[in-house]
């Protein structure tokens, strides 16, 4: 995989925009992985994109249904107080599949009862997973 040193930089400009550059570190670390890993650079892009295509049209309620389902956690549970491992993972979830919806941090904020900052914070946990799952990926296909 050759390295697009272009799309490094959007994610680098993207990051620092959010805030959540902290390290020359982790740019460098990214920059050995998307070295490595096949498919974490169009990945990257595609995290990156400041707007990405929203997904099907889906009811926020039927989202948060199925992803109380899929957690087995109470469906009130997800607006509720709770910091339960489980639940803020279902939560998180929740919260990166609705703004991928279109919904804004402060909408879905308001559907889960939380702030915005919560919001984005918790799409930002999902993710960075995503990028942590591409990489475990690729060193369980190398065996």
């Known amino acids: 995989m050759r390295l697009d040193l272009d799309a490094i930089e959007a994610l680098v400009e993207a990051r620092t925009r959010r805030g959540d550059l902290s390290t020359d570190e982790w740019v460098?670390?990214?920059?050995?992985?998307?070295?490595?890993?096949?498919?974490?650079?169009?990945?990257?892009?595609?995290?990156?994109?400041?707007?990405?295509?929203?997904?099907?049209?889906?009811?926020?309620?039927?989202?948060?249904?199925?992803?109380?389902?899929a957690?087995?956690?109470?469906?009130?549970?997800?607006?509720?107080?709770?910091?339960?491992?489980?639940?803020?993972?279902?939560?998180?979830?929740?919260?990166?599949?609705?703004?991928?919806?279109g919904l804004s941090s402060v909408a879905v904020g308001k559907l889960l009862k939380r702030d915005h900052s919560t919001v984005l914070h918790g799409v930002r946990q999902v993710e960075q997973d995503v990028v942590r799952l591409a990489e475990a990926e690729h060193i369980r296909a190398r065996g």
């Not at 920059?31 to 099907?56: F, H, K, M, W, Y």
């Open 28 to 69: 460098l670390n990214l920059v050995a992985l998307a070295d490595c890993v096949p498919g974490l650079l169009a990945e990257i892009q595609r995290l990156t994109n400041p707007s990405p295509e929203p997904l099907p049209d889906i009811r926020p309620g039927r989202i948060l249904r199925l992803v109380a389902e």
């Open 71 to 101: 957690y087995d956690v109470p469906l009130g549970h997800l607006s509720a107080s709770g910091r339960g491992r489980k639940l803020v993972r279902a939560r998180q979830v929740a919260m990166y599949l609705l703004t991928r919806q």
